[in-house]
Structures are given as structure tokens and as C-alpha cells.
């Protein structure tokens, strides 16, 4: 990456010294030689005035001199000030680094839309690199017309444009015993909303002509993993995606590049990345990954459900309502007394989010949040609130309904229902306690 | 369950009616009202769109062209063949056989390292053997092939479909029946070690919680959106981070930077390392295989050093830069190499 000393030299592609870079220009032509001088000259300003202020009254010395050229960084960087903004892992919390998980840091998402760069994945047997040229989709099992479908094929088809989150049902996982990692990006971060683009999967079902006995969809990856997940031909042919864009460009490699499938509000695992094969059949395939993982073994403590102690939901596939304060938060404190605007994100695999409460008493009393900007269909959705702080210890909650009437769980309910070791699926209602000093922990009440 | 596709249009849905106004205009702290109404894309009751506040609800426009597109060409027998690799409970089963004897030494060979000897897991690789009867407790069940899988089919599937971990589909269908038939025996759920798993016999073997799964019965919790006075101010207790978790993961990362030497390489093998140097995967020198370093050793511990972080094609085998775990630095693989070596030279 460049610094502020280099740029990329847009020929060549190298690294160069920027004010070298412009030199070597300059003999080309006038205009680039008056750029030259500028930025030779204001490497002395630089170099000469590294104390000077840049605060009123003072003149930044950004406003005093020339910027980097046009397209330094033909694909664009964010600033060098935000570098610590980024996904991050939790080195214990998987054997590997391969087959592992990144956090998207929520804190500092704007709007609605989590960038490329910070989208959360999770990989079960590392990213692979595909060359889409060489990338197939085989369709085949029980249809009329077994298919196999080039990239190029498939963005043929009609395609549409669909903002919705995913989630992996292991976000909050390690919290049911307990709150055990003080980070919202650690509680929380197993999710991304973005714009996906492709083919409902439905236009391609049609082409191949599925047989009426075939009620199950297995969609497997090209990953080493070779990720499977069974899908129920309802939820095919419902609004499931084979997607080749995210927000606006082509599927980040970790993303699932070249094609993935998508299957909105289900847990993140069934949207198969890499998507390499799709075999319609009579009966699930109960892959790994719908048998010994991503399957709910509850414990309930509610003697009404004492039948199911040991047991364990299977095909668990909807990610249900959930919401969280983004701000305050452990990683954006309070500074200061006075008004502040609390904001967050809500979700629901269900549908739309309908409303969003707040809590500042642990949830003895609560508020009717805003939800700002669009709401959409299994889609981040914004919230905020309004309040005063004046320096009190806060218990701040937020508590999502969906469209349904569902309401998110306290972990008490969630508890009740299912003990503390089901890993998956964890939507309770989350506490961030506001400390006098306007610091912020997680905790539960 | 949930009926996913009751989210389509004309289809009857509950939506909690009023709730705004209930909430502000009456003390009576829960809002339990709620009316059947006929959903199309905008909650309505009576017929009057409720009004969610401050957002807009927006719908997309569709593409209206229909199909046949008749895009890509048909998938040959031969194709397909080559690609169809699931097995399912019944379906697709597999050519070949093998025996639990066959499997052990295979199983020793390729999966011990991070399985366990006797299946009980490496570090944080999974536990594939043991477990019977733990699926009750409510703190520390665990979830093994044995006690919790419900179909061996799955066994089989993934055995072929994703390990040995670093070498996916590398095993012949021979080998996955005997390494199946090693983990079930492990598991005591096969128990003559020379019985022959194969097609003809998969039926024989039942795994023991094959009845341990039900449906998905979310939703399973049943908040209500209580507004005032939900609850006792004396029940609330702040319960902080867990002890011995750490309060942080951040805290983690920190306490995992200050490990150092020995034991840092020790970490960094067990978690990025041993997939490949535990084995002798992919050409690589296997911790105790002494002479194979020594040869390495001979060209300077700096140039070993080199191609760990760099990487390096050699004539037995590739090196990825930093072992594919690009978050290690210098000194991360440096100490692992300490510890390779050291453990070499004992």
C-alpha cells in the first residue's frame, strides 16, 4: 500500500517515491513538470513545517499544497486514519485460521450496507482462488435437463439487485452462558448486509425442469470443505439467489467468487459459497454441516419442554429477530455530559423489522426507537434514539419485533427454552452497560 | 417450524396492531393486542396501512422477460459422474469396502494428528470418538460421531467430500469405507474390527442418535413487548465477563502476544502448522523426522527461516508463505520454526 512518501505509478504499477514519480514525469510534458515542482516544493513545506498547527487559526498544511495525483490507487484505499478499522478474528475461537471466522467491526458501519472490505466471513476450509473462467455450475439430479452453466452463462439470465443481511447462527454463540467477549465486534460481527446481485435461482430451476418428486436442492461449494447444505425446493423457488455481484463489483474471493448462492434471512451457512453444484433431489443429504454442526442439542430448563432435553432442533435454517446499540458501545464510549443520538442496527430472517425499543434500566421501562431509512425485506435496518447523559451508570437494551409480531428473546427466555449449550442461534437481547465514566461493557442481566 | 413462504404475498400473518398508540395512551404496560389481517407488502389493519415511523418501506421493481433462456449445454453422464460425490443416508452410496483393521493404520497415518490417536482430538480439532450419553447435560455436552451424529452416511460423505483437511477428496472410497469403519469402531458402534463396511452392509449399522433430531420448533420463545415496569428493579443483577474467559477477546489476542519462545511456537504450530508438518503433507518435513531437518538445516536456519516467511517451491514439496496464515508475523513463524527444529533435534 502506498504512504504518503510513494504512490502506485499507474504504467508500471510499481511503488515509487511520490515526488520521484512526478519528476520522472516531468520531462514529458509542461503540465506534469509545474506538478513536479509543486510537489517538490511541498515536500520542504512538509518537512519544515511538521509542528505547525493545523487547527484554526492556523492553515492546514493539506489546504496549502497539492494532493496525490488522480487515481494513485487505481482501485482506492480508505484512508490510512481508518486502518484499524477492520475484521478481525478471534484466535481461540476456531483450531485453525483456515477453517475460521472474521468479525465485521459493526461500530463502525454507516448506514446500512457493510463495505466489501469489512463484510464478515466464515470459511470451513479456507478461501479459494478460482479462475471463473474455469468455474462451472452443474445442475442435475432430479430434472428433465441436467445443465452446466459457464459465468458467462449465467449473467445471461435476468438478474436482480437485493440488499439483504447475512448472518451466521453462531454470531453471539459465545455469550450463553455468559458475557465472555467485551467487544461489540466479537458479540455481534457475524454478520454483513450487502447489495447482492444475480439470478433468482428459480429462472434457472425452470430451465433444467425439476420433476415433482424433487423437493430438496442440494447446493455444494468448490471450496476444499466442499461446503454442502440440503435446501427445501420452497425456499428455491421462493427468493434464493446464485449471486455474482456485492455491492456493485464482482463477489470478494472470500465472498465466494466467482458464484454463490443466497438464501436471505437463513443462517449464513446455507448461502453456499463457491457455488459449484446443485442436485435436485427426493430427501435432505444430511451433510456435516446440517447434522453434526449447525443443529440446536437443547436442554431446556422449562419443565414444559423436559422431552427435549437432549434433543436437537435440525433444519434450523431462520435467522430470528435481533437488535443492537452500535452506538454507545464498548468501542465508542461516551465523552462527555449532553445529547447524544443512540443508534443500531436491527435484522430479522422473518421479513421486515417493525419496531425497535430501548431500554436505559436493563429493561424494566421502554422506548419506542426511530427506524431511519429503509426497511427492507430480511435487511439491516437502522434505528436510533435521542437522550441526555448526564454522567448516571446506564443499562442500555434494544429489543427488536419483526413484522409478525415475533420479539426478540432476553437470554433468560432463551434459556428457558433451550439451556446454554446449543451454540446456534443466540438473538437474545443484549446489555451494554454505560459506566459513569462513559465507558461501556458488556454484560447480562 | 417455521413456514418460511408465509412471507409471500396474500397469505394471512399476525401483526401487532396499534402498537404505538396503545403504548403511549395506557398504563397498562403490555401489548398484548394483536389482529389477524391480510398482509400484501404493507402491514394493514382494517384495510389501513400502519405507518412504521421515520423509515420508508420500499419494494423492488422486478424484471418482467420470462424464460426458456436454453443458456449452457447439457451435463454428460460422464460429467456429472465426476462431480456427484454426496452420499446420503441411503442414496448415493459409494463403491468399495474396508474394515476398521484396514482403517487404524490409514486413520494413524492421515488423521491422528489433529483427531487423536484414538479420536479424542488434538487442541481444538474435534473429539470424534466418546461422549455416549453426555447429550443430556445441560453444561458440557459432547457432540461426537458416536454420541451425536445421526446418520453414518455423513461419516462417509465428509470423510471423502473434506479430509484429510489439507488434501480434500484425496482418499479412494476403499479408504473411506475403513477410516469410517475405524471411527465407528472407535465409537464401539462397530465391533469387529474386520467387519466389511461397505454398500451392502451400510444398513446394518444405526447409529445410536439417529432419534436425537427434531424439527426446528423455533419460535420457542414468546416475549411479549411489555412498555412499563417490566420487571423488579431488585431482580436485575449486572453479571460481568466470565471468569476465566477474559473480559475480552482483545484481551486474548494480547495474552497470546506476550506467550513467547517455546511456547509461542508451540501455539503457533498446533494452530497453523501441524495441518501439513504433522503429517508430512504436501512434501513437508514432519516434526520428528530429525534427518529431514538436519538436511534443511544445513543451508543456514536463516534461509530456513526465509522460506517459511516467503515461501518456497521445493523439489518434495510446497511451502505457502507464512503456512497460508497470512495474520503471523516474522517472528510468529520464526518461533514456530524454533519449535519445529528443536523438536527435531531431541
Redesign the interface.
Given at each position: 500500500m502506498a504512504d504518503d512518501k510513494s504512490i502506485i505509478d499507474n504504467e508500471t504499477n510499481n511503488e515509487v517515491p511520490f515526488s520521484g514519480a512526478l519528476e520522472n514525469k516531468a520531462s514529458e510534458n509542461s503540465r506534469r513538470k509545474f506538478l513536479g515542482q509543486a510537489a517538490a516544493t511541498s515536500a520542504v513545506i512538509i518537512a519544515g513545517s511538521a509542528s505547525a498547527g493545523n487547527l484554526p487559526p492556523d492553515v492546514p498544511n493539506w489546504s496549502r499544497t497539492l494532493g496525490k495525483p488522480v487515481n494513485t490507487n487505481p482501485y482506492g484505499v480508505p484512508s490510512k486514519y481508518e486502518e484499524d478499522v477492520v475484521r478481525?478474528?478471534?484466535?481461540?475461537l476456531?483450531?485453525?485460521?483456515?477453517?475460521s471466522i472474521s468479525f465485521t467491526p459493526l461500530a463502525e458501519i454507516n448506514g446500512m450496507i457493510s463495505p466489501n472490505g469489512l463484510a464478515f466471513e466464515r470459511d470451513?476450509?479456507?478461501v479459494p482462488t478460482i479462475d471463473p473462467k474455469d468455474h462451472r455450475l452443474?445442475?442435475?439430479g432430479l430434472v428433465e435437463?441436467?445443465?452446466?452453466?459457464?459465468m458467462e452463462?449465467?449473467k445471461?439470465?435476468?438478474?436482480?439487485?437485493?440488499i439483504h443481511f447475512i448472518e451466521c447462527p453462531a454470531n453471539s454463540a459465545m455469550e450463553w452462558?455468559?458475557?465472555?467477549?467485551?467487544?461489540l465486534q466479537?458479540t455481534h460481527g457475524m454478520t454483513n448486509c450487502c447489495e447482492w446481485t444475480g439470478v433468482p435461482l428459480k429462472?434457472i430451476l425452470?430451465?433444467v425442469g425439476v420433476k415433482p418428486e424433487g423437493k430438496w436442492i442440494?447446493a455444494?461449494g468448490a471450496d476444499?470443505?466442499?461446503m454442502?447444505r440440503s435446501i427445501p425446493m420452497?425456499?428455491a423457488l421462493?427468493d434464493t439467489l446464485v449471486v455474482f455481484g456485492q455491492n456493485g463489483e464482482a463477489l470478494r474471493p472470500e465472498q465466494g467468487y466467482p458464484l454463490r448462492l443466497l438464501t436471505p434471512?437463513?443462517e449464513g451457512n446455507t448461502s453456499i459459497k463457491w457455488l459449484?453444484?446443485l442436485?435436485i433431489?427426493e430427501?435432505?443429504?444430511?451433510?456435516?454441516e446440517e447434522?453434526?454442526k449447525y443443529?440446536?442439542?437443547i436442554?431446556p430448563?422449562d419443565p414444559n419442554?423436559e422431552e427435549?432435553?437432549?434433543?436437537?432442533?435440525?433444519?434450523?435454517?431462520?435467522m430470528?429477530a435481533k437488535a443492537i446499540v452500535t452506538f454507545p458501545c464498548?468501542e465508542k464510549p461516551l465523552k462527555g455530559h449532553g445529547k447524544y443520538i443512540m443508534n443500531g442496527l436491527a435484522w430479522t430472517g422473518?421479513?421486515?423489522i417493525?419496531?425497535v425499543?430501548i431500554s436505559f434500566?436493563?429493561?424494566?421501562?421502554?422506548?419506542?426507537a426511530?427506524?431511519?431509512?429503509?426497511?427492507?425485506?430480511k435487511c439491516w435496518?437502522r434505528f436510533s434514539f435521542p437522550f441526555e447523559w448526564n454522567g448516571e451508570e446506564m443499562?442500555i437494551q434494544s429489543?427488536a419485533?419483526d413484522?409478525?409480531?415475533?420479539?426478540?428473546?432476553?437470554i433468560e427466555?432463551?434459556r428457558?427454552?433451550?439451556?446454554?449449550?446449543s451454540i446456534y442461534?443466540n438473538n437474545a437481547i443484549h446489555t451494554w452497560?454505560v459506566n459513569k465514566n462513559g465507558e461501556v461493557?458488556?454484560?447480562?442481566? | 417450524?417455521?413456514k418460511?413462504?408465509n412471507?409471500?404475498k396474500g397469505l394471512t400473518?399476525?401483526?401487532?396492531a396499534l402498537?404505538?398508540s396503545a403504548?403511549s395512551q395506557s398504563n397498562n404496560s403490555e401489548v398484548s393486542q394483536?389482529q389477524e389481517v391480510k398482509s400484501d407488502n404493507t402491514?394493514k389493519v382494517e384495510g389501513k396501512e400502519i405507518q412504521?415511523?421515520?423509515?420508508?418501506?420500499?419494494e423492488?421493481k422486478?424484471?418482467s422477460?420470462k424464460?426458456?433462456?436454453?443458456?449452457?449445454?447439457?451435463?454428460t453422464d460422464e460429467?456429472?459422474a465426476g462431480?456427484?460425490?454426496?452420499?446420503?443416508?441411503g442414496?448415493n452410496l459409494p463403491p468399495g469396502s474396508g474394515t476398521a483393521a484396514d482403517g487404524e493404520e490409514l486413520f494413524d497415518k492421515k488423521c491422528a494428528s489433529?483427531h487423536g490417536s484414538f479420536g479424542e482430538g488434538v487442541?481444538?480439532?474435534?473429539v470424534l470418538a466418546g461422549g455416549e450419553g453426555t447429550?443430556?447435560?445441560?453444561?458440557?455436552?459432547e457432540?461426537t460421531?458416536g454420541s451425536?451424529?445421526?446418520?453414518a452416511?455423513?461419516l462417509i460423505?465428509?470423510t471423502h467430500?473434506?479430509m484429510p483437511?489439507?488434501s480434500?477428496?484425496s482418499l479412494t472410497w476403499d479408504e473411506t469405507w475403513s477410516i469410517s469403519a475405524y471411527v465407528l469402531y472407535l465409537n464401539d458402534i462397530i465391533e469387529d474390527e474386520e467387519f466389511v463396511f461397505s454398500a451392502d452392509t451400510y444398513h446394518e449399522i444405526k447409529m445410536p442418535n439417529e432419534d436425537?433430531?427434531?424439527?426446528?420448533?423455533?419460535?420457542?420463545?414468546?416475549?411479549?413487548?411489555?412498555?412499563?415496569?417490566?420487571?423488579d428493579?431488585a431482580s436485575?443483577?449486572?453479571?460481568?465477563?466470565?471468569l476465566g474467559?477474559?473480559?475480552?477477546?482483545?484481551?486474548?489476542?494480547e495474552e497470546?502476544a506476550v506467550v513467547e519462545g517455546h511456547e509461542l511456537g508451540q501455539k503457533i504450530y498446533d494452530?497453523?502448522c501441524r495441518?501439513c508438518h504433522g503429517t508430512g503433507l504436501a512434501g513437508a518435513p514432519k516434526v520428528e523426522d530429525t534427518v529431514t531437518w538436519e538436511h534443511r538445516l544445513q543451508q543456514g536456519k536463516s534461509k530456513v527461516y526465509e522460506h517459511a516467511i516467503n515461501g518456497y517451491q521445493g523439489q518434495y514439496g510446497v511451502m505457502p508463505p507464512r503456512g497460508?496464515?497470512m495474520?503471523l508475523s516474522d517472528d510468529d513463524v520464526k518461533a514456530a520454526v524454533d519449535f519445529m527444529v528443536k523438536d527435531a533435534e531431541l
Open positions: 478481525k478474528r478471534v484466535p481461540w476456531t483450531p485453525d485460521s483456515i477453517a470451513h476450509g479456507g452443474m445442475i442435475h435437463k441436467p445443465l452446466i452453466l459457464t452463462d449465467i445471461r439470465y435476468p438478474n436482480v439487485s437485493r452462558k455468559g458475557p465472555q467477549v467485551g467487544r466479537f429462472t425452470e430451465e442440494l455444494e476444499s470443505a466442499g454442502s420452497e425456499k421462493d434471512g437463513w459449484r453444484r442436485e433431489t430427501e435432505p443429504m444430511y451433510q456435516r447434522t453434526s443443529t440446536d442439542l436442554s430448563r419442554r427435549l432435553i437432549g434433543k436437537a432442533y435440525m433444519f434450523s435454517w431462520i430470528e464498548p422473518t421479513g421486515k417493525k419496531h425499543d434500566d436493563g429493561g424494566i421501562n421502554w422506548h419506542e426511530e427506524l431511519n431509512g429503509l426497511v427492507l425485506d435496518t443499562l429489543r419485533t413484522e409478525h409480531g415475533y420479539v426478540q428473546p432476553t427466555q432463551l428457558e427454552a433451550r439451556g446454554v449449550s442461534h452497560k461493557e458488556s454484560v447480562q442481566v | 417450524m417455521y418460511f413462504n412471507l409471500t400473518v399476525t401483526v401487532l402498537a404505538i403504548c394483536s402491514p412504521m415511523p421515520g423509515a420508508i418501506a420500499a423492488y422486478e424484471i422477460v424464460g426458456p433462456f436454453n443458456f449452457g449445454q447439457t451435463a460429467e456429472i462431480w456427484h460425490i454426496e452420499v446420503g443416508h442414496h489433529c487442541g481444538r480439532n474435534p447429550l443430556t447435560d445441560p453444561q458440557k455436552p457432540r460421531v451425536y451424529w445421526p446418520y452416511s455423513t460423505d465428509y467430500r473434506a483437511f489439507p480434500a477428496q436425537g433430531f427434531v424439527m426446528d420448533k423455533r419460535p420457542d420463545t414468546h416475549n411479549t413487548r411489555c412498555m412499563k415496569d417490566c420487571k428493579p436485575i443483577e449486572i453479571k460481568t465477563a466470565l474467559y477474559g473480559s475480552g477477546a482483545e484481551d486474548v489476542v497470546t494452530a497453523t495441518l497460508g496464515n495474520e
